[in-house]
């Protein structure tokens, strides 16, 4: 395939450029990446004149089968949310439901141009089921927990062992991690399990990490301990992928500086459930890795990662009074390459590099009237950021696959989905 006279979006040594580069990919490869490349004869060209080729955006925390519980329970905090509305919901949900949400959710990313996304769940079966029939990457799990009792818990663990066990080896695209909830809800037996799963496995850690002011106390209840050093008392030496991390202190940062571990910051679930805000402008000036997610549409809405990119960037001002924070070309790489490290799979995609896994979205930037509020276009990284949304994405590519072109969904039933 050659995608042939596209702005592209480059990282060169820390920055991020626009160039008009034509890209050619080879199976699922990007192969070669030059100013001209000759056509093919047979091969499949996309013209992306007018167009912005980037690396696909990577949702680094979700609960994607949440797509069913878009738009509930408005205005409450964090603990009333999940224990008194989410959970007693949750626990009456159908395989078949998570199924049918998970599918709503696909169809979501890949018309908004997510190309990968680290989930955290249960029913996961039916999670990776939806997943594989449409092409798309993602990081799945099956959430540990021991809040409700022991044999709750150990069905937990039973089925997570059950999910890893039964993965299909041929399919490169899921990936998996180890997921107990959050310090919070899970005691010291369920963190040790997780972390001896992790080390069979070789897996990450997925968790929960400070999201809300009362987590800080729930931890010391529950751990005798800070939320920081419970996580090096159990998690030392895995990679950690932190959900949230809103209410991280000074001193928690020294610790988690000598963890691998980073942030997958969710601002408009913050936002939306009363968390206040994440402090990434500190967080990346202390060299603790950033990314960004959408967490599950109960809390943060939907999935489109434009906003979630445009959120991110804005609030910091709301933190950061007359200082120097984050930039435009900052929140575009948490949105990419920053997901991609985040997830342990920086190796394979985040950017538009060759050798990489040709993971890449397309966004019109023709003008017309559509495209108004990037008109006139003197920066196209600050209109990503700032002035685009998921709907300006025509084509979506994961893997070398071409799962949406022309805004064309390829590899799902769009309307069979919408019905069910
Ligand atoms: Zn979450």
Redesign the pocket.
């Known amino acids: 395939m050659l995608i042939k006279n596209g702005n592209v979006v480059i990282f060169e040594n820390d920055d991020v450029k626009v160039k008009k580069l034509d890209i050619r990919v080879n199976g699922s490869i990007i192969e070669k990446i030059d100013e001209k490349l000759d056509e093919i004869k047979g091969e499949k060209v996309i013209d992306a004149t007018d167009k912005v080729v980037m690396p696909g955006l990577i949702n680094t925390?979700a609960?994607i089968a949440m797509s069913i519980f878009r738009g509930t329970f408005e205005g409450c905090d964090l603990y009333t949310w999940l224990s008194e509305k989410i959970w007693p919901i949750e626990d009456k949900l159908t395989e078949e439901e998570v199924y049918n949400a998970t599918m709503v959710s696909i169809l979501e990313m890949i018309s908004t141009g997510t190309t990968c996304v680290n989930d955290?769940y249960f029913f996961s079966k039916q999670i990776r089921k939806a997943l594989e029939e449409s092409k798309m990457r993602a990081v799945i799990t099956r959430v540990l927990m021991d809040n409700d009792g022991e044999e709750a818990s150990d069905k937990r663990i039973n089925e997570f062992v059950e999910l890893y066990e039964s993965r299909n080896k041929a399919n490169n695209l899921i990936t998996y991690t180890v997921a107990p909830h959050g310090l919070y809800t899970c005691s010291g037996k369920v963190l040790s399990k997780s972390r001896e799963l992790a080390l069979k496995y070789n897996l990450p850690i997925h968790v929960?990490f400070l999201e809300s002011i009362n987590e800080i106390q729930s931890i010391k209840e529950l751990h005798n301990n800070t939320g920081a050093n419970v996580l090096k008392k159990y998690f030392n030496g895995l990679h950690l992928i932190l959900?949230?991390g809103v209410k991280i202190s000074d001193d928690d940062i020294e610790v988690l500086k000598s963890l691998d571990c980073g942030i997958a910051h969710?601002p408009i679930?913050n936002l939306r459930l009363g968390c206040k805000i994440a402090d990434t402008t500190k967080y990346l000036e202390e060299s603790i890795n950033v990314a960004l997610g959408t967490?599950?549409q109960g809390?943060g809405n939907n999935l489109d990662m434009f906003e979630a990119m445009k959120i991110a960037g804005l609030i910091q001002g709301g933190i950061h009074e007359n200082e120097k924070r984050i930039t435009a070309k900052d929140v575009i790489k948490m949105g990419t390459i920053n997901g991609a490290r985040l997830l342990g799979l920086d190796d394979k995609i985040g950017s538009i590099e060759v050798g990489k896994e040709a993971d890449i979205i397309i966004v019109d930037i023709s003008k017309k009237l559509d495209n108004i509020k990037i008109t006139p276009n003197v920066d196209i990284i600050s209109n990503i950021v700032y002035n685009m949304d998921g709907r300006s994405v025509d084509t979506t590519i994961v893997s070398g696959e071409i799962l949406m072109e022309n805004r064309n969904v390829k590899v799902i039933d769009t309307k069979k989905v919408l019905k069910k």
């Open positions: 925390h609960h955290h929960h959900a949230h969710c679930s967490d599950g809390s």
